[in-house]
């Protein structure tokens, strides 16, 4: 075997590299501790996507195992998220599959296949740190969102009420359950009112006792023992014995779960990422986002053929693994293997759980979700941010979860654009050591309004006298690069602080070394800036344009002739030499006042 494939080999466990035999005791309690959380868990968010529980429980098999082969967190435990099951029911629902179907797995197997391949085609296509563009404001207004709108579909379940299919999105669910008190199963609201207070009480004072499997192991002992089964409390549906079979997806609904896939591949990403950056010790790795879209990819695409729902990194059970002691991987391929004995051996024991019981803890994990803190904070910091939160929280509960992602998806970028496409353009000043420095003063950005127009006057002003340079030549400094979306801002800046400045320039230097790449688009809003300070008495001369742009760009006419008429200089002090050396022109009617 040569250096090389050994290499390959070693690569697929990532985290188990300088694997240390003292590690082993840690990882295994760490494994078993987030086994104790997850699977329950799990199942739990199996019911979410209104799912045979054993969906839950398959999840935190191979997804957990392909992750221990590629993933980059060395304690990140990867099953499901109330969030991902909340999308995922919204899509099933949307793809016509009914909640009561008979045998949903090959629409399940379907949608975590087309998640998996969404998630790898960001992968090679390298668009991960533009997903990571999704603001703040943003995944708090889906998760308070998702947050309200699992819990209200608990209600039936924690009330023993009877469930409306009929009844989707929050006010809906709220409305139905609301309108059928009369039905309540008095045993049914007992535990779930216990159930809750101890997932709480222990969260609080025992945070190392998994609070998941006790509340799991009192709802058996219940039905079991006490018989509180037949006081109308209802459990769960039988789980099959055994390892899940392999089952093949339904290609005819990949259509119409697309959408819903690429809402839930974006939010996996997300919180893996998110997950795994928030456990990393100081002395780890960096969480690289093509890797974590490759293991959450791959793990989403293998779970499809087992029965899985889409995985994704969940915080409480990677937190309670971390609490454990857990270094590596190991610790993941614990607790998939608790599960496989779970499934094994367990499943006739789990027949006996209470839905409430389930409903319970789907409830505190949910709840959590929705903080009013980061709303508080969005507030003080930007009101803008505090409306995408806003809007992003009300068309989750209005409309639901699938149209509340691409309209705050939507959103983001919006914003993103109109941050870039903010014009970059600043006078420059002599240094006292003979350099040129931007004017760190005023405002270049902004409307039309007075104030603005008297901060553009200002600046320029300023920038004429503070330079140096003979009055007549106004030097211009680009922050950033043009664009197709910033040049025309940009165009319209530079032609304000021309129009603005004092005495009236006949020259315009516009120093360009941060323009690394050129578009047809660019040279043409320049071309069009070239023509109007023309028709204001002004010449435009480019400065310190970098070669290979300026290579590029004499392929458009208007820049091989600005070239040729000795208006491209390598520097700022040539291009203003040069600029002195022109005659001025007459300035036009175009400046207001002149």
Sequence with gaps: MTATSTRARLDLFPTLRGYRAGWLRADVVGGLSAGAVVVPQAMAYATIADLPVSFGLYTCMVPLVVYALLGGSRTLSMSTTSTIATLSASTLLAAGVAADAADPARAVATLTLLVGALLLLTRVLRLGSLVENISQATLVGIKAG???????????????????????????????????LDQVVPATVALSVGSIAVLLLLGRVAPRVPAPLVVVAGGIALVAFAGIADRGVEVIEPIPPGLPLPVLPD????????????????????????????????????????????????????????????????????????????????????????????????????????????????????????????????????????????????????????????????LTLLLVLRELDRPRVVPLVRTPAGGWAPVERGSTEGDDSEEEAAVTREIAREAALESGVEPGVLVLHLDAGLYTANTRPTVERVLALARAAEPAPHAVVLESGAQRSVTSTVLDGLADLDRQLAGIGCTLLLARVPAETADRAMASPWFAALSADGRLRPTVDTAVAAAQARPATTRSAGRPGG
């Excluded at 947050?147 to 669910?173: I, N, S």
């Excluded at 697309?258 to 591949?265: D, E, P, R």
């Excluded at 939160?389 to 992602?405: D, E, K, N």
Aim: aromatic share 6%.
């Design 146 to 180: 998702v947050g309200a709108t699992v819990a209200a579909g608990q209600l039936p379940k924690l009330l023993g009420l009877p469930t409306d299919p009929d009844a989707t999105g929050f006010f809906h669910v709220l409305g139905s359950a609301l309108g059928s």
């Design 251 to 410: 290609v005819s609904l990949v259509g119409s779960m697309l959408a819903g896939a690429s809402a839930i591949a974006i939010m996996a990403f997300l919180e893996t990422v998110a997950v795994g950056r928030g456990v990393r010790r100081p002395d780890e790795p960096q969480i690289g986002p093509d890797q974590e879209l490759l293991a959450n990819g791959v793990a989403a695409v293998v779970g499809a053929f087992f029965r899985a729902m889409p995985p994704a990194g969940g915080f409480s059970q990677t937190a309670v693994s971390l609490r454990a002691g857990a270094r590596t991987q190991a610790a993941g391929l614990v607790t998939a293997t608790l599960a496989v004995l779970v499934a094994l051996f367990l499943a006739p024991v789990l027949d006996d759980l209470p839905q409430a019981t389930l409903g319970a803890m789907v409830v505190v994990a949910t709840v959590s979700l929705i903080k009013v803190g980061d709303f508080v904070v969005l507030w003080r910091i930007s009101r803008v941010e505090f409306a995408v939160a806003v809007v992003t929280t009300g068309i989750g509960l209005v409309a639901g979860l699938l149209p509340a992602v691409g309209v705050g998806v939507g």
